[in-house]
């Protein structure tokens, strides 16, 4: 895309005639006719969760967007893969709210599959049918917090063009933050969104994405032509440079678009939310980056900077065993099967600090660990 090609409008007080102002949306980045093209409509769908708690893509917006399709003659399907193996797509879409907003278009897509290999990580990717077949994909994620990445925006959702246990497999083949973010810019590879909505009417902040995280009401909705873009307003919201962010950061040096807002074309305000709470996990690199400046200008013993560090492994999911159902999803789900029941959640040193099992328990039974006490450093 050329420069001064990137666009972004962000609408305030979105909760208030919603369809109209996802259809202004339209009217701005979409074509006025899709004249029977087939159209994907991407949400986020976490889990089986209700709409209120913030989890996924709120129906009310997936449903103006659905509106918008037909009215333009689109032939729409609205699908996404959920967090989690042993989970029905219909079932999550059904729990919330997403399956009856879509107005008959759902249809789980992760039936049909193709194998692909990620072009950096080689990683074997295996992409819902639907997502090829589209002549058009609107990617619309929810604006929230997580604590495997730090974000969940626009480029994360296209996770979820992975259907089944691949998710799991990836996670273990990329442990690292930054492993896996090449594997996410190999899956939006695949098929950039040709128009992301993103709902912020509701988001989450500390550490999402799902019951870590903490309801903010934000009441906006804001849209780009390019993923990429997404989340730089995204970030620029939460008033950290979008390059902090492991996914933009990788997006931006294998040029998916820009982090550069001056070479954006922006509609409306980007206002910082007051007081944004990220993740315990960005806290602990945070430390951990300031701590190895000031050891590297003080040349401090190896050893001296090793008591020091946080590390990941110090960020380990903890149980609050009086949410435990010891029901077994969390060690279903570990990719690295480091999580054993006995007879309540045990981790071991396998664990790759993935946070599945945070966010895929149903209770909030699994937690990310409060390592504010690092910020005494």
């Given at each position: ?74 032939k ?11 989970r ?17 278009c759902?249809?789980p ?33 929810i ?9 969940s ?13 691949c998710?799991?497999?990836?996670h ?140 990941r ?65």
């Amino acid at each position: 895309m050329k420069k001064n090609c990137f666009k972004a409008i962000i609408i305030e007080d979105a909760r208030h005639d919603l369809e109209a102002k996802v259809n202004g949306i339209f009217d701005k980045l979409a074509p006025k006719s899709f004249n029977g093209m087939r159209v994907l409509v991407k949400p986020n769908m976490l889990g089986p969760a209700a709409p209120e708690l913030g989890h996924s893509t709120h129906p009310e917006v997936v449903r103006a967007i659905v509106r918008a399709c037909l009215s333009r003659g689109a032939k729409v399907t609205v699908g996404d893969n959920p967090g989690g193996i042993n989970r029905s797509s219909t079932g999550v879409a059904q729990v919330t709210g997403i399956l009856e907003a879509s107005e008959g278009c759902f249809a789980p897509i992760g039936d049909k599959v193709v194998e692909m290999r990620g072009s950096k990580s080689g990683h074997t990717l295996m992409i819902s049918r639907v997502v090829l077949d589209a002549d058009y994909v609107i990617n619309a994620p929810i604006f929230k917090t997580h604590a495997g990445m730090y974000l969940s925006g626009a480029m994360k959702n296209l996770y979820g063009y992975v259907a089944g246990a691949c998710k799991a497999q990836l996670h273990l083949k990329a442990p690292s933050r930054e492993e896996f973010a090449e594997v996410l810019c190999d899956i939006n590879e695949v098929r950039h969104p040709d128009l992301n909505i993103m709902d912020a009417l509701t988001v989450l902040e500390g550490n999402g994405p799902s019951h870590g995280g903490v309801k903010r009401e934000v009441g906006k909705v804001f849209a780009s032509n390019n993923t990429l873009v997404a989340d730089t307003v995204m970030a620029a919201m939460v008033g950290v440079e979008p390059m902090r962010f492991p996914v933009t950061k990788r997006g931006q040096e294998r040029g998916f678009g820009t982090t550069d807002l001056s070479q954006v074309e922006v509609e409306g305000n980007i206002v910082v939310i007051p007081d944004f709470k990220l993740p315990n996990t960005f806290i602990a690199e945070a430390t951990e980056e300031m701590l190895t400046r000031a050891a590297q200008a003080n040349k401090m013993r190896d050893d001296r900077l090793a008591e020091l560090l946080p590390g990941r492994l110090s960020v380990k999911p903890l149980l609050a065993i009086d949410k435990c159902l010891q029901c077994g999803d969390c060690e279903v789900n570990c990719p690295a099967q480091a999580l054993t029941l006995d007879p309540y959640p045990v981790i071991n040193d396998k664990c790759i600090q993935c946070f599945c099992c945070v966010e895929l328990c149903l209770e909030g039974a699994l937690e990310v660990p409060d390592v504010a006490a690092f910020r005494a450093y």
